[in-house]
């Protein structure tokens, strides 16, 4: 069957965002232009495309980002078949995120291939949102995806604890069972959600999902110890299910 195949997916918690994962083997598509931006991850196949008017090489492991407008025409295919993962961002959303992210202004996310860091940061986004990850850890893992596809130089700086990362470091140990959003503790601090990841990661060490998910962890530990069911466990401590919390135990020791 020489039919592209493609699938698309949405999450509830990032309604700004489409991920599409999508197969072609037989003639090769159309020229393509979408409104939103348009990061692309080559997993299968190699060969070329022109961007406006570049032209782009792509193999296994190469990311490519598209600002909203760009056409995208694919020149040649240099293997059976190729294979993709697509994520879709609304322009709208991705300008919010620069504007709160980066309060100083001047960042811009960038346009062409992107790197390793960038890659990296993109796999773990999309194990974030097909493994049904919590919302904090998905619009966590977009927000360090976003701002690894931009020109920011560097991160934020390792930094004391200031009061509004504590404030917030304190209601993730005070509701380590709930399912807390960035929205949450943006209505709770008082800064901008990307910019209070940004922060968080730089003063804790870690990003707040990364820390919930210790939390709970933690008190996993000694409710085992006082002999709980670990089906019980799962449920007081915020898994979804016993076989969630074993995952994360296993994951903690590898």
């Known amino acids: 069957d020489s039919a592209p195949r493609v699938h698309y997916v949405r999450s509830e918690a990032l309604p700004s965002v489409m991920l599409v994962t999508s197969a072609f083997n037989g003639p090769l598509p159309p ?3 979408d409104r939103r931006w348009t990061f692309c991850c080559t997993d299968v196949g190699e060969g070329e495309v022109v961007v406006d008017p570049t032209e782009i090489r792509l193999k296994p492991g190469v990311m490519m980002a598209l600002e909203p407008g760009d056409c995208i025409t694919p020149l040649r295919r240099r293997t059976a078949e190729t294979a993709f993962r697509t994520a879709l961002v609304e322009p709208e959303f991705a300008a919010r995120f620069l504007e709160t992210a980066f309060p100083d202004g001047g960042v811009k996310l960038r346009r062409g291939i992107l790197g390793d860091g960038a ?3 993109f796999d773990a986004f999309w194990v974030a949102v097909m493994a049904s990850g919590t919302p904090l850890e998905q619009e966590e893992t977009l927000s360090a995806f976003l ?3 931009s020109d920011v130089q560097n991160g934020l700086p390792p930094a004391e604890l200031t009061p509004p ?3 917030a470091k304190k209601l993730l140990e005070e509701r380590f069972a709930d399912d807390v959003r960035l929205e949450h503790l943006e209505a709770e601090i008082g800064l901008s959600r990307f910019y209070l990841v ?3 990661r730089a003063e804790v060490g870690m990003p707040p999902h990364a820390f919930q998910l210790a939390m709970r962890l933690d008190r996993a530990r000694v409710f085992i110890a006082q002999g709980m069911a670990l089906s019980d466990v799962a449920s007081r401590c915020g898994f979804t299910d016993q076989s969630h919390l074993t995952r994360h ?4 020791h590898t």
């Open 147 to 149: 701002e690894s596809a």
């Open 31 to 33: 020229s393509t232009i």
């Open 165 to 167: 990362i504590a404030r």
């Open 198 to 200: 940004r922060r968080f």
């Open 249 to 252: 135990r296993s994951e903690e």
């Open 119 to 121: 890659l990296a940061a």
